[in-house]
């Protein structure tokens, strides 16, 4: 059993603060607006919660970790303030069900308003949240981690509403039926709700969870905030910290959105400006962006993020803050090596998004540029 | 605890081929056809599993009993075959959940398929079925039982559908959030899974469980068999032995249906033969057959039983299988007085079926008339 309380970095506001920011970022225009999120997990801080990031490096392989995570549609979350304490419902329910004590809370998706449930629920509970996430980034479906994509079986799992309502999903033959099912639920729960996983151990996410997301997305927030500070571009910051390459500028010219199988789907035009003049940009859109092309050309694609910022600030746009005239940047940051095997291509790669014409065609890894 | 395997009157072949008839007229059009049902119990009788029927009069006070029954679109379940075993599979993950072994099985829902499922499930696991429901009818949601009616909980329950999904309903905060739940999981299952409630005691069932109501529904279904055979009109003899008024009689001469919130709909008019020539008739549908009209002035409403036969076999018509042209005779059943209470019409009189402007008039009580 890991010695658990007493490890692992405490945060600060300013850490969550940054947080939102960086979560913001690697959300690629979805995952929900992390601000509700950090007010929740700030107001916590300041009534004397602590808040532990535990390394994966100090991480006992027999430590027992159990990912919490919003689901839902992130919008609602946006604007339906939650009870408080589903997460954590959730956690004892599945401890006093499985007969087992966590360890460690654990991430699933470090993009958007699911970085901050974690820190939440670890609060709550007196346990660190591990560094790391399933996804690198957001990601519309609970299947498309990389724990499901290595072979965790994310049930049972307990799914709480803001109301008191406790669901469990006590076996899925496949991950994508967890997700079916538990999608349906929660729009019937009123689109808002929290799931807590079967467990993992230590070992597992020591192989499989993307590492150090959390101090990734802090430091990334961070470095955006000293950059405006010191007028320095924010834009060209970002690229530097994460290999990334900053790949159009231009004002959006023409926005199509709509809701289609479940999926906030769409086409954002972009005319170019500064070196991009007289070039065009198109970003699709399916809750996030998906793919980036430019004079028709595909320049980035699903799992490399395609990330949209406001040109003169650097703060992320999410795709329902899109509007007509806006000055955008748009960013191209290579994803984590576990989210370009086969395996995880057939989850999150451009054909399980609906574009089986489209070969995903890496970008260059971090560091290799 | 009871002392149950050897207790409760053995069904046989011919009880299950009358059970099919009076389930199918106790269902007022809805409920699901019950052939399919007939077919899986029949088969389980020819391969020597036993089916016993227990009288409530026959039931420890200290017996638990859980409730099965099928939950979806009743034409899903009546045209994609079950796996077979979902039943067993609530069951003995429900068991297993709460730890305690189940004394008996119960009905849900007399009327329509409901009827067998909890037969099959009892053979399969060697219990007998009580002789009761919990609604005297069919009724198209899971909170309009006696049971909830009366304050059991059916939660904690469990869902199993035809893949080998299995979910858990461990906390709902309203019998009505347990139907809502449950209803979007099972579409998202694919529309026929099997539902077990938490369990209730003897006790419990003495007072609350519509009574008798597989004797009332197998005497129903041999009655018309008996009549067709003996030339005796069925829908007299119908009548007779449920203290029930044929009020109309007639073709239909226009049908509108369709599909709003969750229900099926519609209206189908008839204009009157025989002693009723020169009369209209209408009837109000919502899953079953629940308003009707004679000239313009209510007949017979929800909770009490509008039932629809075949004006010359006396065979039940459901509610989708209703066609311009067809000559039918509109009877109407007096509902048990456990339907009739203040707290039961909140749940399934006219006014929880969007009829608010409606006053239940209660026809005349079996016997009464």
Redesign the interface.
């Known amino acids: 059993m890991l010695d658990h309380p007493r490890k692992g970095r405490l945060l600060t506001e300013d850490d969550i603060i940054a947080l939102e920011i960086g979560a913001g970022i690697l959300g690629t225009g979805g995952g929900g607006n992390p601000y509700i999120g950090k007010l929740r997990a700030r107001e916590m801080l300041r009534a004397d919660y602590e808040m532990r990031l535990l390394s994966l490096d100090d991480l006992d392989d027999e430590a027992q970790i159990v990912a919490v995570g919003g689901i839902g549609a992130p919008l609602i979350s946006f604007e339906r303030i939650k009870e408080g304490r589903e997460g954590l419902r959730c956690l004892r329910?599945l401890e006093h069900r499985l007969g087992f004590t966590a360890d460690a809370i654990g991430c699933e998706e470090i993009g958007g308003q699911n970085a901050m449930e974690p820190l939440v629920v670890g609060a709550m509970a007196g346990l660190p949240v591990v560094d790391g996430d399933g996804m690198g980034r957001a990601f519309p479906e609970m299947q498309m981690t990389t724990y499901s994509i290595y072979g965790h079986r994310s049930t049972p799992s307990?799914m709480c509403d803001p109301?008191?309502?406790?669901?469990?999903?006590?076996?899925?033959?496949t991950e994508k039926?967890h997700e079916?099912?538990a999608?349906?639920?929660v729009?019937?729960?009123g689109g808002a709700s929290v799931l807590a996983s079967a467990p993992m151990s230590g070992a597992f996410m020591k192989r499989y969870a993307i590492p150090h997301t959390y101090t990734q997305a802090i430091g990334l927030g961070q470095a955006v905030i000293d950059a405006r500070k010191t007028h320095d571009d924010p834009v060209a910051t970002i690229c530097a910290r994460e290999g990334g390459q900053h790949v159009f500028s231009g004002k959006i010219t023409d926005l199509q959105r709509h809701f289609k199988g479940g999926f906030n789907v769409g086409i954002a035009r972009i005319e170019g400006l500064d070196d991009c003049r007289g070039s065009q940009g198109e970003i699709v859109i399916q809750n996030e962006f998906l793919i980036f092309r430019r004079d028709g050309e595909m320049q980035v694609c699903v799992p490399d993020l395609v990330v949209v910022l406001e040109l003169d600030t650097g703060l992320p746009i999410t795709t329902e803050l899109l509007r007509y005239g806006q000055r955008i940047a748009v960013l191209a940051l290579p994803c984590h090596p576990l989210l370009r095997s086969d395996e995880a291509l057939n989850v999150v790669g451009p054909a399980a998004f609906g574009h089986p014409d489209i070969t995903y065609a890496p970008l260059a890894e971090k560091g290799a540029a």
Request: net charge neutral; proline share 0%.
């Open positions: 329910a307990v109301h008191g309502n406790v669901v469990s999903f006590d076996h899925a033959i039926w079916t099912m999608r349906a639920c729009i019937a729960q």
